[in-house]
Nanobody
Framework: VQLQASGGGSVQAGGSLRLSCTVS????????IGWFRQAPGKQREGVLL??????????AESLKDRFTLSRDNAKNKNTVYLQMTNLKNEDTAVYYC????????????????WGQGTQVTVSS
């Protein structure tokens, strides 16, 4: 199983970015996927996760208005996107996607598979 995250970059505060995560090598059609981030000098924290039914849960209510998750179900259902808007300096971090057959493992921060991370830098 491989997860390939991309789409990070540098953006000014208030701007937007869309991160992508492509999952390959997983034979099941349904899985739970989540996004995590790790800011410099801080522990990794959850951003949001999507269960096998597609429902989205947020680790922090404060992110609900700015971060959304979507899946490409049309041509490539193995790609999920994290749309980030109105970015703030404190959103600067390396963002990781992760997946597991079980939602509970992602919710607990211990998914079976991790992507390599993509850097997001927000400047004033």
């Amino acid at each position: 199983v491989q997860l390939q995250a991309s789409g990070g970059g540098s953006v000014q505060a208030g701007g937007s970015l869309r991160l992508s995560c492509t999952v390959s090598g997983f034979t099941e059609d349904e899985y739970a996927i989540g996004w995590f981030r790790q800011a410099p000098g801080k522990q990794r924290e959850g951003v949001l996760l999507s269960g096998r039914t597609g429902a989205v849960s947020y680790y922090a209510e404060s992110l609900k208005d700015r971060f959304t998750l979507s899946r490409d179900n049309a041509k490539n259902k193995n790609t999920v996107y994290l749309q980030m808007t109105n970015l703030k300096n404190e959103d600067t971090a390396v963002y990781y996607c992760a997946m597991d057959r079980l939602w509970s493992r992602i919710r607990s921060g211990v998914p079976s598979y991790w992507g390599q991370g993509t850097q997001v830098t927000v400047s004033s």
